[in-house]
């Protein structure tokens, strides 16, 4: 089943087309990772599927309805959920409170404090659950960007660029992480770690210019000659 | 102790010495304390905006203006008692202030502020245009017998620092309350980062307006009372200097702290009260006093209190 699909999604600002007629399906399940050289268009285009930004142009469907039209936060109630690209995390509030914020929005009571333990727990953060978020390191604030996205419990987890300034550590726990939500989450995922894109998508799209460039298995994408060219360089 | 039962321990206690202290205060002090009580209750309304939610509001005074005109105009006009006068107060309040914030909520930061500016000072010339009914600058007395609640006389000093603390204590309580509850810390995290607050799902502008409804309200609440306690509504009340009172009595006190708003008001009433005791310049020592705090202490008394002392002051 297709959980998500858009159809000539565009975005121009002032005459640059940023984004141009993208025809994205993605399947329920899968771990999808979205590459692209700097510029392409990756975070405009997962902007407009989550609403942050309204598209010049097109659809998009979420689990076979329309949603272009819907703002963000309703779309977020169907069951999405976004990380940022620059970590925005609310510096002064608890780690905890963070989580619970994310979490409040389907959930009441004592629940809400199971699913804040539960999410800590799963990007390592517990210990640091009172602690300001502010008071983070860098890496740290990107993994409780990850565990408010997992408190939200979502249908579709975007992650944009979540592996960025994070150690080779902590990155090896993020893999493992994204690996025991496959299949249960859908996961859209912008990154440019070409060795978490390699182990973890099942498929990869790439986007150059604002179009879809090509779209296939981590082997596929690799052999492509296109795709070496335009981003992967041919070195 | 638990940080919740801290907090509640700490307010209460405030509320309790405000009321033990009706009993020592010479007279003077007795009557000053209960004006800056009803003039905190306007700036804890005035804080759930400002310091809670992030919002620099400049027309607070219509909100003030809407309480004191809605329960002068009841009782003046409508020959109503003073417990029906305080509710149509509190009514007007809340529908200014929701109106308003249909209006003004389009808008964000220095567009907000003037927008808020604007519609106050509509307000305000609506209130002297109508002057046949408002009696304009001039203002209108509440006569005492006008001013017996449930058999209360509210203009005898006692009665009328004990409502004034009922009033306060209230506020206070509420939004004590209000800003630990899930629904405070959505307005907490809309000040700090509106944009991720609605990336994980909630609706923004219902939180803003019902944020600016309830700030409304409280201040209706401190204008009607004061109206009704003090036997006077003027619209010199409506006036841009009561917009600037409040967001001055918070900046001092500490935005975003329960208590600040009455410690400024506290601070700002005796700062003026003494330094005109002094000289007739009192105004200069009260701006170098401004001045120092700003420098010294730009969280506002109560915020510095929270970074040297207690970092989780509600």
Known sequence: ?235 | MSGGARAYALHGGVIAVLFALQFILPAYHHGNLARIMVLASYAVGYNILFGYTGLLSLGHALFFAAGMYGMGLGIQHLGLTPAPALLLGLVAGALVSGGLALLALRTTGVAFMIVTLMFAQAGYLTILYFGEYTRGDEGFVIQQAQRVLWGIDLSDAGNRYFAALILFGSCLMFSLWLVRAPFGKVLVAIRENEERVRMLGYDIFAHKLAAMVISGTIAAAAGASYGLLFGYAGASFASVQYSIFPLLWVLLGGAGTVLGPFIGTLFMFYLIDLSSGVTTAYMLIAGVALVLLTLFAPQGLMGELRRRVWRGLP
Do not use: W
């Open chain 1, 1 to 235: 089943m297709t959980l998500l699909t858009t159809r000539g999604l565009s975005k121009h600002f002032a005459g640059l087309h940023a984004v141009e007629g993208v025809n994205f399906d993605l399947p329920q399940g899968e771990v999808r990772a979205l590459i692209g050289p700097n510029g392409a268009g990756k975070t405009t285009l997962v902007s407009m599927i989550c609403g942050r930004i309204a598209p010049s142009g097109g659809q998009v469907i979420f689990e076979g309805r329309d949603i272009t039209a819907l703002p963000a936060h309703k779309r977020i109630m169907l069951g999405m959920a976004y990380t940022f690209q620059i970590t925005s995390v609310f510096a002064g509030l608890s780690v905890g409170e963070n989580v619970a914020l994310a979490a409040r929005r389907r959930l009441k009571g004592a629940d809400v404090g199971l699913a804040v333990d539960d999410a800590l727990a799963r990007v390592g953060l517990l210990e640091r659950k009172a602690q300001e978020a502010g008071d983070l390191s860098y890496g740290h604030q990107r993994l409780l960007e990850i565990a408010m996205g997992l408190a939200q419990s979502p249908r579709l987890l975007i992650l944009d660029e979540p592996t960025q300034g994070l150690a080779e550590g902590e990155i090896a726990e993020f893999k493992a992480l994204i690996r025991e939500l496959a299949g249960k989450t859908t996961i859209l995922l912008i990154e440019h770690n070409m060795s978490v894109v390699m182990e973890l998508a099942d498929r990869i799209t790439v986007l150059n210019f604002g179009e879809i460039l090509a779209e296939g298995t981590p082997d596929e994408i690799h052999a492509n000659g296109e795709v070496q060219t335009a981003y992967l360089g041919n070195g």
